[in-house]
């Protein structure tokens, strides 16, 4: 197993270098920091004499290995709008954009699989037809449409809930950082439409993915032995067969996180969320470079950690995967 975790990091490390060498290349090849730092004004003498102080003029390996190096210190760049380090922006950012996914992930989890599981065990009732039917369109449907459509409803028509904004936020930790909308009822009311829209993405998916999966594990022969043991049906629903369906499911799981947390960018501007997502976009718009690598690199970060403990996990639950690694 401790080869097996060596093998997987080793791999997430390789993948984070590929992801900082082409965040580099585009930095050096989209803007002029230069121009950014001194504006028009400066004559070409004096820019390229600051381009020489900046080491801008060193080979191109020369420059990978002092940003590897800044960027193991934490430094990945100045954003220019906001004056300061881009990491700390991001980071002002980030709580934000958590609690979006996290919600969505919850919703994803407590609906798909109830849904997944009876759908599996009753496929001819109507109601798991009408579920299945009702997930085909939402595989079609784009996330903004969704969105778009659920503030016509519910905030527009309705007066149900809130269409825009956080709304009120507690400090959770007391210094500031993070403001979270968990803990008052106007900040749950205003998470309700963001985390439904962003669930709606996966939701679909899963419902297909764990009534496929249940649906086969019910056809296996171990299935077929516990009926003839006598087990209660709950029992072999739940325990045998539900516990061999997640398998699969939590490897998907894991990569659809890293997903959204690209997906959310739709989903915060259809809400005014002020999130990463929201903040990738402003950074397009005033051409922000370095705040927009940063923010490449920083999801990328997320995207390989994720998937590196959902690999790890996975090797905890099915020894084989090790085994066949090894082969």
């Not at 899963?206 to 496929?212: A, E, K």
């Not at 077929?224 to 209660?232: C, E, F, N, P, Q």
């Not at 997640?246 to 915060?268: D, H, N, R, S, W």
């Amino acid at each position: 197993m401790f080869a097996f975790i060596i093998r997987r990091i080793t791999q997430a490390i390789f993948v984070m270098l590929v992801i900082s060498m082409v965040g580099f290349a585009i930095k050096n090849k989209i803007g002029d920091p230069v121009r950014d730092l001194v504006g028009e004004r400066v004559t070409p003498e004096e820019r390229a004499q600051i381009r020489d102080q900046l080491g801008l003029n060193d080979p191109f390996a020369a420059q990978y290995l002092r940003f590897l190096k800044n960027v193991t210190k934490g430094d990945l760049g100045q954003s220019f709008f906001y004056k300061k380090p881009a990491l700390d922006v991001i980071v002002g950012k980030a709580p934000a954009t958590l609690e979006l996914v996290f919600g969505a992930a919850l919703i994803i989890i407590l609906v798909s699989m109830p849904l997944g599981v009876y759908t599996a065990l009753k496929p001819q009732s109507a109601f798991s037809r009408f579920v299945m039917g009702f997930s085909t369109l939402g595989v079609s449907m784009p996330v903004f449409l969704t969105a778009i459509m659920l503030i016509y409803v519910f905030g527009v028509n309705l007066h149900w809930l809130p269409s825009y904004g956080r709304g009120e936020t507690v400090d959770l930790f007391g210094n500031g950082w993070w403001q979270t909308g968990f803990l008052t009822l106007d900040g749950l009311e205003h998470l309700i439409l963001p985390c439904i829209s962003l669930a709606s993405i996966m939701l679909p998916l899963f419902i297909r993915l764990i009534r496929s999966e249940m649906m086969e594990v019910l056809e296996t022969e171990y299935i077929k032995y516990a009926w003839a043991k006598g087990l209660s049906p709950m029992r072999i629903w739940l325990v045998h067969a539900f516990k061999n369906t997640l398998l699969p499911v939590v490897t998907v799981f894991g990569v659809q996180i890293g997903i959204m947390f690209a997906f959310t960018i739709l989903t915060e501007t259809v809400f005014q969320w002020q999130g990463m997502g929201y903040m990738f976009l402003e950074a397009v718009e005033r051409s922000d470079i370095s705040l927009l690598i940063a923010y490449l690199i920083v999801v990328g970060s997320v995207f390989v950690l994720v998937n590196t403990l959902v690999d790890i996990l996975y090797g905890f639950i099915n020894p084989t995967v090790r085994i066949a690694g090894r082969k």
